[in-house]
């Protein structure tokens, strides 16, 4: 129900941009989050948007590096990724939650996963 896009390699350093769209799930009634995981470790939440895009979390690893958007018009939540290290590969998947109350959690238990994109920084 969600599709995540935008993955690749990149270069330390370097920029991405993640997408997150849905055809099914109107993004103005869910949470979505953003979670990655690197090979041989857990999943970990890195950042994730309100309904309303005026509250925001991020993991401590991301901040001050990634930004979190969305494009209501398009239904697509996008993940600004900047200044790229190594330690960032792996594969990003955005996950959606019904939730009206404008807040969101990395901490919940999210309904709608995407595949997955992968993400790969090296030189």
């Known amino acids: 129900l969600v599709v995540e896009s935008g993955g690749g390699l990149v270069q330390p350093g370097g920029s991405l941009r993640l997408s997150c769209a849905s055809s099914?799930?109107?993004?103005?009634?869910?949470?979505i989050g953003w979670f990655r995981q690197a090979p041989g470790k857990e999943r970990e939440g890195i950042s994730c948007?309100?309904?309303?895009?005026?509250?925001?979390n991020f993991a401590d690893s991301v901040k001050g590096r990634f930004t979190i958007s969305k494009d209501n018009a398009k239904n697509t939540v996008y993940l600004q990724m900047n200044n790229l290290k190594p330690e960032d590969t792996g594969v990003y998947y955005c996950?959606?939650?019904?939730?009206?109350?404008?807040?969101?959690?990395?901490?919940?238990?999210?309904?709608?996963w995407g595949q997955g994109t992968q993400v790969t920084v090296s030189s």
């Open positions: 948007l309100s309904t309303s895009s005026s509250n925001s």
């Open positions: 996950a959606a939650f019904y939730r009206l109350d404008n807040l969101c959690d990395l901490s919940q238990e999210y309904t709608y």
């Open positions: 099914r799930l109107n993004f103005d009634y869910y949470a």
